[in-house]
């Protein structure tokens, strides 16, 4: 039933009514290609113009679907999930699902395009209809203004043609005025904007002979900022917390991860109170539930790299837990660079968590 069907209005009506409650919801699929886990997610675009007495109405919807798989995103066809079969096992329960980061790309990209194509084809539209319209009025006046002309030649010999002589000229004005008006109200025929976006539902997709919780667990690394921030938070504090006991005073130990300068903490102390040689320890911390990959940017790398042995990462599992568990790499770059994994699409290094382990049971975690 398409929207020229009779019935159409009042089915949609009733389709939308029905389908309320599932808006914004979460549905588990499977990929038989898969091997990791991503979203896509479903949102109602709009785009916006004006009639040409100026009133607002809907040009152009559509259904978008998006694409996020490791920060990488792309729109993708909205009938994809006709290819992938319901998850047999789903769970009952999941974290909040983030959209931000699918709906910023798909405003920016999708939907600029689709106000930029409304845009070409109602100013081309607005072109015929002024070519039209001048054509149309021009000759319309033309012949008014004659009969104008001629009526009041005939007033200086007829008065009683006098009033049919004004009032073939107000015809005259009035033509020229609905003539500017209706060219005018073409001018905003040309005016497209980007309309609401409104989140239909998020598909999680799971590659079918992979862990459920484990792929859920990954998906996790990408969680709404605020809990993240939280994360972050935590993380640090407990860091903070650990070096002190390892010895660094307060007033030492500087949060510099707001500089994005490659680590998130600076601690310094006196490690010979004879020459004065300072201990510096750069770290970069990160708060995982435990079993989660830990990922550095390209930018943390290569500091780990070029810092070498005053650089530190810190992991801590389970931050906001009761009994969060803090492991210290010493040179990462030189611990984990057997067991590193480089994501290009989204610009990371990723370590599974088992090697983080075994960098543990091998090098140990003193300070």
């Known amino acids: 039933m398409g929207p020229g069907h009779p019935l159409y209005a009042a089915v949609d009506e009733k389709l939308n009514e029905r389908l309320a409650t599932?808006?914004?919801?979460?549905?588990?699929?499977?990929?038989?290609?898969?091997?990791?886990?991503?979203?896509?997610?479903?949102?109602?675009i709009s785009i916006r113009g004006k009639d040409t007495k100026g009133n607002d109405l809907p040009i152009h919807g559509e259904l978008v679907a998006v694409r996020e798989e490791q920060a990488y995103f792309e729109v993708v066809p909205c009938d994809i999930l006709l290819n992938?079969?319901?998850?047999?096992?789903?769970?009952?329960?999941?974290?909040?699902?983030?959209?931000?980061?699918?709906?910023?790309?798909?405003?920016?990209?999708?939907?600029l395009e689709c106000r930029a194509r409304c845009q070409n084809e109602r100013?081309?539209?607005?072109?015929?209809?002024?070519?039209?319209?001048e054509k149309s009025f021009d000759a319309r006046i033309e012949r008014a203004q004659e009969r104008a002309?001629?009526?009041?030649?005939?007033?200086?010999?007829?008065?009683?043609?006098?009033?049919?002589?004004?009032?073939?000229?107000?015809y005259v004005d009035?033509?020229?005025?609905?003539?500017?008006e209706r060219l005018g109200g073409l001018e905003r025929l040309g005016i497209a904007r980007t309309g609401p976006v409104k989140h239909i539902g998020t598909a999680i997709i799971l590659a079918i002979d992979a862990d459920t919780q484990s792929q859920l667990g990954e998906l996790g690394e990408e969680l709404d900022p605020g809990i993240r921030r939280k994360i972050e938070i935590a993380a640090e504090d407990i860091v903070i917390a650990a070096l002190l006991e390892e010895g660094f005073p307060k007033d030492r130990?500087?949060?510099?991860?707001?500089?994005?300068?490659?680590?998130d903490i600076r601690a310094q102390r006196i490690a010979d109170e004879s020459t004065g040689e300072v201990h510096v320890k750069r770290i970069e911390v990160k708060g995982r539930l435990k079993g989660q990959p830990i990922r550095l940017?390209?930018?943390?790398?290569?500091?780990?790299?070029?810092?070498?042995?005053?650089?530190?990462?810190?992991?801590?599992?389970?931050?906001?837990?009761?009994?969060?568990?803090?492991?210290?790499?010493?040179?990462?770059a030189?611990?984990?660079?057997?067991?590193?994994?480089?994501?290009?699409?989204?610009?990371?290094y990723e370590i599974p968590a088992e090697a983080v382990e075994q960098a543990k049971r091998i090098h140990g975690g003193s300070s």
């Not at 100013?123 to 319209?133: K, P, S």
């Not at 005053?310 to 010493?330: F, K």
């Not at 030189?334 to 990371?348: E, G, S, T």
């Open 149 to 170: 002309m001629l009526l009041a030649a005939e007033v200086s010999t007829r008065p009683e043609y006098k009033l049919t002589a004004d009032e073939a000229r107000k």
């Open 334 to 348: 030189i611990k984990l660079d057997h067991a590193k994994r480089k994501i290009v699409a989204a610009r990371f």
């Open 123 to 133: 100013q081309h539209f607005a072109r015929v209809c002024r070519d039209y319209l």
């Open 22 to 44: 599932l808006t914004g919801g979460v549905g588990f699929y499977v990929d038989p290609l898969g091997q990791e886990p991503y979203r896509i997610h479903f949102f109602e």
């Open 253 to 263: 130990i500087e949060r510099v991860g707001a500089q994005k300068i490659g680590f």
């Open 84 to 111: 992938l079969p319901p998850h047999p096992n789903p769970p009952r329960g999941i974290e909040p699902v983030s959209i931000q980061g699918a709906s910023d790309f798909m405003k920016r990209t999708y939907q």
């Open 297 to 332: 940017t390209i930018n943390e790398w290569y500091k780990a790299q070029q810092l070498a042995d005053t650089y530190w990462l810190y992991v801590v599992w389970d931050p906001l837990s009761d009994s969060p568990e803090l492991v210290r790499i010493h040179n990462p």
């Open 174 to 180: 009035e033509l020229q005025r609905a003539r500017q």
